[in-house]
T-cell receptor
Framework: GESVGLHLPTLSVQEGDNSIINCAYSNSASDYFIWYKQESGKGPQFIIDIRSNMDKRQGQRVTVLLNKTVKHLSLQIAATQPGDSAVYFCAESQAGTALIFGKGTTLSVSS | DAGVIQSPRHEVTEMGQEVTLRCKPISGHNSLFWYRQTMMRGLELLIYFNNNVPIDDSGMPEDRFSAKMPNASFSTLKIQPSEPRDSAVYFC?????????????FGPGTRLLVL
């Protein structure tokens, strides 16, 4: 999951496995959450978002789960592919204020 | 849609020189954000504009940094004078703020190296 520090946490999976990336957010008043994917040499790319009035949202091969009780957000990637290898960031926002980004998790997919 | 456009993509300069980074947001977006990314600090918000007006510049490191948005389709981030510790990737992002929901779309970034 997300952490503060010099080294990003890393998740290593095999191609075809399901991946779960976790994020602990800080502000209990946050009402909007986003997951971004950043490939090497590129800008962060929007994956999926969720509002605080939901606890689950699904996209194509991705699912975001929100647990407001413990301030926890997760991103599930089904049938992980080598192209999913990247750094994944969660971000939170409150009432339209600027997004606050986590430090990121590196996903490494081996074939 | 061309997405957020940033220029230059790479910049190498010497300490003390002025650096100007440019951004063209997605057409129709009303908010623009400047971020800096380093391994040590991750993604840091420097400043953001809404309808061309600076809303929060508390992330700007010091007076050497300045940002402008003269119109809805253009913004600049200037560093004068530049220092080696300014070396980082600078991202511009834009969004359409509606109902408190903002999905930000990022540009490809400008990789700055100050020698």
């Amino acid at each position: 999951g997300e952490s503060v520090g010099l080294h990003l946490p890393t998740l290593s999976v095999q191609e075809g496995d399901n991946s779960i990336i976790n994020c602990a957010y800080s502000n209990s008043a946050s009402d909007y959450f986003i997951w971004y994917k950043q490939e090497s040499g590129k800008g962060p790319q929007f994956i999926i978002d969720i509002r605080s009035n939901m606890d689950k949202r699904q996209g194509q091969r991705v699912t975001v789960l929100l647990n407001k009780t413990v301030k926890h957000l997760s991103l599930q990637i089904a049938a992980t592919q080598p192209g999913d290898s990247a750094v994944y960031f969660c971000a939170e926002s409150q009432a339209g204020t600027a997004l606050i980004f986590g430090k990121g998790t590196t996903l490494s997919v081996s074939s | 849609d061309a997405g957020v456009i940033q220029s230059p993509r790479h910049e190498v300069t010497e300490m003390g020189q002025e650096v100007t980074l440019r951004c063209k947001p997605i057409s129709g977006h009303n908010s623009l954000f400047w971020y800096r990314q380093t391994m040590m600090r991750g993604l840091e918000l420097l400043i953001y504009f809404n309808n061309n007006v600076p809303i929060d510049d508390s992330g700007m490191p010091e007076d050497r940094f300045s940002a402008k948005m003269p119109n809805a389709s253009f913004s600049t981030l200037k560093i004068q004078p530049s220092e080696p510790r300014d070396s980082a990737v600078y991202f511009c992002a834009s969004s359409f703020l509606a109902g408190g929901i903002e999905t930000q779309y990022f540009g490809p970034g400008t990789r700055l190296l100050v020698l």
